[in-house]
C-alpha cells in the first residue's frame, strides 16, 4: 500500500463551476496540414477519458494544444476554466507526459522529479516525497543515475512516477503503455487509478484501448480530424 504521507497529494476539490476540460469549435493548422478540424469537447473534473486513432490522427497534437503548447488556429479551450491562451495558469493545473517521457537528460532520476516539484513550488520533505515516488516505480536502485543513462522503459516510469508525485488537477499521458513489460503496464494503471482516485481527470492517448479503458473508461475517436466517442464510430 502506498504511505500517503510520502506523496504530496494535490487532492482536488470538484470544480464544481468549471468542467476540467472544454474545447469548443477547435481548429489547428500545423504548416500546410489542418490537423483539428472544429473539435468540442467537456470533460468533466475527475473524467478518465481514453483518446484513440490512427498514426498521425493527431492524438499527440491535440494533448499538447489541451496542455497549451500550441494555440488553436480557430476555436477556443478552457482548462479548469482557464483560457488555453493563459498559459501559465492552464500550465500550473495540468501535466502532460509526452510519449518519450519529456524527461532532463542530463538530471539523475532524483533531480528529475525534485526539479518538478520546485517548479510547482511544493513545500514539505520533498527529498522524502523524490524517495518515494521512485520506490513506487521500482526506481530506488536507479535514484542517481542520469535520465540518458537509463532504459526506454525505465524512462517510462520515471516520466510516469513524476506524474503521480505532481497529481495535477488534470494529467494528459500520450501514450504509456509503450516499451513497458508486463509489471509496467500493469504499475501505469495503477498509478494513474490512483490518480484519478484522487479526483484528478486523466486523458490517456493509447493504441491499447483494452488497457487504458481501465484507468480512462471513456473512449473518444480522433478521425479526420474530428473527435467523436468511440461507440458512434467505425472500427471503434
Ligand atoms: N510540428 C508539426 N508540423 C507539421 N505537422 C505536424 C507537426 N506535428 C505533427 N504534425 C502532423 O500532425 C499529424 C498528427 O500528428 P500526431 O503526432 O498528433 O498524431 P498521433 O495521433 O499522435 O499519431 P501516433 O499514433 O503515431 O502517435 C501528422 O500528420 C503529423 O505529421
Ligand atoms: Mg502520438
Known amino acids: ?111 528529475n522529479l525534485a526539479f518538478a516539484l520546485r517548479m510547482h513550488a511544493h513545500t514539505g520533505d520533498a527529498d522524502r516525497a523524490v524517495a518515494g515516488a521512485l520506490r513506487r516505480v521500482g526506481l530506488e536502485h536507479a535514484a542517481g543515475r542520469r535520465a540518458r543513462f537509463l532504459s526506454a522503459g525505465m524512462r517510462k516510469r520515471l516520466a510516469l512516477s513524476r506524474a503521480w508525485l505532481l497529481a495535477r488537477p488534470v494529467t494528459l499521458v500520450d501514450e504509456p503503455f509503450a516499451n513497458l513489460d508486463d509489471a509496467g503496464r500493469a504499475l501505469v494503471q495503477e498509478l494513474l487509478g490512483e490518480l484519478r482516485a484522487g479526483g484528478g481527470t486523466l486523458v490517456v492517448a493509447a493504441h491499447e484501448p483494452e488497457l487504458a479503458r481501465a484507468v480512462a473508461p471513456r473512449a473518444l475517436r480522433l478521425a479526420g480530424g474530428q473527435l467523436l466517442d468511440a461507440a458512434q464510430t467505425v472500427n471503434a
Request: proline content about 7%.
Open 1 to 111: 500500500m502506498t504511505d500517503p504521507a510520502q506523496r504530496p497529494a494535490a487532492q482536488h476539490p470538484p470544480a464544481l463551476q468549471h468542467p476540467a476540460l472544454q474545447l469548443r469549435d477547435v481548429w489547428l493548422r500545423l504548416g500546410r496540414e489542418v490537423i483539428l478540424r472544429g473539435v468540442n469537447v467537456d470533460m468533466a473534473a475527475g473524467d478518465g477519458v481514453t483518446l484513440l486513432g490512427e498514426n498521425g490522427a493527431g492524438k499527440t497534437t491535440l494533448l499538447r494544444l489541451l496542455a497549451s503548447g500550441l494555440r488553436p488556429t480557430r476555436g477556443e479551450g478552457r482548462v479548469m476554466g482557464f483560457d488555453l491562451r493563459d498559459s501559465r495558469s492552464v500550465r500550473d493545473h495540468i501535466h502532460l507526459m509526452p510519449v518519450d517521457g519529456g524527461l532532463y537528460p542530463d538530471l539523475t532520476c532524483e533531480e
